[in-house]
């Protein structure tokens, strides 16, 4: 599928790109790959790291590296262990009586610190340094389920017409569009309390139209110069709207790590996200090197198309999945159709909302399979929590399930 060049590489600022991914792919009936039995005894839960003398000399400069949002310098350091010489052999995550520094001093070296390394990742420019952090933690075995579902082959059609999509989910099409602020859902009986209210007001002799006046005219001058976002920063300390911003965002997030795609960051403020050029309320940042050098040779290949169509479709399938429908995505939905419009030959109406029910009806049903791992996802961002964070609650909700344990 060819793919005419945007006149910038980065006009897709929701996400920073998606990688191969199967058309003949299907997630209607996942499997989970068999994993091998326990080891019998002798064998313990002990694990071995090995770790220079000269690294745990110098590891402050891994903790400064990450307070810096240093990628470069933090996944240098941890690196770097895995090479020099004379090293200091740590059990169970312990150093010896003998080290050269105390573990009070250094904190928990070895296998806990390692996970830092991706708190590092929202401040870096290059996003291939950012995917080699996460593939160092791969092959360190932290990421086990990294880029699980990147190879699986489909079985069925691609052609998911709204019959289809309500058969295999139970809800109509019409549940997976995004709902205008007022007019459905949560947002509708606030709508109403303030018509209410300002009839009320007006029924008392109180005349607030000059203040609504200002009121609406700040607001216009927000959608028009600021994108929204001082409005959308006000509403998402609603409890119900940030709820559906966390659950939105988690679906994103846990599609693109399931897939493959290095996250470079979660943001949850409206203002931060319009500073880092993300449209909407939030944005999930991924890559992938596949897509990217695909955008910068002109042209995109289908699987890669596919993999971005369901990233970008995953919040929306969230949404449906844990509230019966959705009402966030407009801004998914826009990006959708700009990139649509830029494949030569750009798709027809048709094309396009069946690619957007096939990749709605795979995110729905990745996500149904993996609900514990996304409720681990939106517990940790409602805390707030770092990437780090985030990435391993995933990887221990999808190890409670099948009964291992996450380093």
């Known amino acids: 599928m060819a793919f005419a060049p945007p ?8 996400f920073l790109s998606p990688t191969p991914f199967s058309p003949q792919i299907s997630l209607l009936f996942p499997k989970t790959p068999p994993h091998s039995p326990p080891p019998s005894a002798p064998l313990r839960a002990s694990r071995r790291q090995t770790v220079p003398t000269s690294a745990l000399r110098e590891w402050k400069e891994y903790e400064e590296a990450v307070k810096r949002k240093d990628l470069a310098g933090a996944l240098g350091f941890l690196q770097s262990l895995e090479t020099q010489q004379n090293p200091v052999e740590i059990v169970n995550g312990s150093l010896p009586a003998d080290s050269t520094r105390p573990s009070q001093e250094l904190g928990f070296v070895g296998w806990e610190r390692d996970w830092e390394v991706l708190d590092t990742c929202l401040n870096a420019d290059n996003m291939k340094l950012v995917g080699k952090a996460y593939g160092f933690l791969k092959n360190r075995g932290f990421l086990a389920n990294f880029g699980r579902y990147r190879n699986i082959v489909m079985e069925g059609t691609r052609d998911v017409t709204p019959t289809v999509l309500k058969t295999s989910t139970g809800l109509e099409a019409s549940k997976f569009a995004p709902k205008k602020w007022g007019l459905s859902g949560s947002s509708r009986p606030a709508l109403v309390a303030f018509l209410g209210g ?3 007001l007006l029924s008392q002799g109180i005349d607030i139209r000059p203040n609504l006046t200002v009121i609406l005219g700040l607001a216009f001058a927000d959608s028009i110069f600021l994108g929204g976002c001082c409005l959308a920063q006000i509403s998402s300390y609603w409890p119900p709207n940030r709820r559906r911003i966390l659950i939105h965002e988690a679906g994103h997030l846990l599609t ?3 897939m493959g795609c290095p996250i470079r960051g979660v943001i949850l ?3 931060v996200a319009v500073q880092m050029g993300i449209q ?3 944005g999930t940042q991924f890559w992938d090197e596949k897509m990217a050098s695909d955008l910068a040779e002109g042209r995109l290949d289908g699987s890669a198309f596919d993999r971005y169509c369901m990233v970008l479709f995953a919040g929306i399938a969230a949404e449906a999945l844990i509230y019966g429908e959705a009402e966030g995505g407009e801004n998914d939905e826009n ?3 700009g990139i649509c419009l830029l494949l030569q030959p750009p ?15 795979q995110s729905y049903n990745l996500l149904k399979w993996h609900k514990s791992a996304h409720r681990a996802a939106v517990k940790a961002l409602e805390s707030r929590s770092s990437l780090s964070v985030v990435i391993r609650s995933i990887e221990e909700a999808m190890a409670a399930n099948r009964g291992t344990k996450v380093n």
Request: aromatic content about 10%; hydrophobic content about 45%.
């Open 7 to 14: 006149p910038n590489p980065k006009s897709i600022p929701h």
């Open 198 to 200: 300002l009839s009320f």
């Open 256 to 258: 693109a790590y399931l």
């Open 269 to 271: 403020d409206p203002i």
């Open 280 to 282: 909407g309320q939030a």
């Open 335 to 337: 990006l959708f159709r």
């Open 347 to 361: 798709l027809s109406v048709a094309e396009m909302s069946n690619q957007a029910r096939w990749s709605l009806l």
